[in-house]
Nanobody, 121 residues
Framework: QVQLVESGGGLVQAGGSLRLSCAAA????????MGWYRQAPGNQRELVAV???????NYVDPVKGRFTISRDNTKNTVYLQMNSLIPEDTAVYYC???????????????WGQGTLVTVSS
């Protein structure tokens, strides 16, 4: 079984920064694409940023130039550095990963439990 555990959310003033972490635990052969999503109250969950197994990255337009996604494969961890935060970034942030399991190499999509980011004006 594979679990994703997020940390780093909290309350920050507009213009501030936060760094989210997401560590994968369990029986994992390898992690492919990992990503961060967010869901604001009353809205659907939306993609924020993704990073592939070869560390290629992609961002949605509202966060380009402000957020940076990175990963440490030795720790099975993905990070989201968020700078110049604005109130519109307020949401629950979820980590997502495609895990390759040992043995037959099955693919498993895993979600974290979410961490709340609140940006005050």
């Amino acid at each position: 079984q594979v679990q994703l555990v997020e940390s780093g959310g909290g309350l920050v003033q507009a213009g501030g920064s936060l760094r989210l972490s997401c560590a994968a635990a369990g029986s994992i052969f390898r992690l492919n694409t990992m990503g961060w999503y967010r869901q604001a109250p009353g809205n659907q969950r939306e993609l924020v940023a993704v990073i592939t197994g070869t560390s290629s990255t992609n961002y949605v337009d509202p966060v380009k130039g402000r957020f940076t996604i990175s990963r440490d494969n030795t720790k099975n961890t993905v990070y989201l550095q968020m700078n110049s935060l604005i109130p519109e970034d307020t949401a629950v942030y979820y980590c997502n990963a495609e895990a390759i399991l040992p043995g037959f190499g099955s693919h498993l999509e895993v979600w974290g439990q979410g961490t709340l980011v609140t940006v005050s004006s």
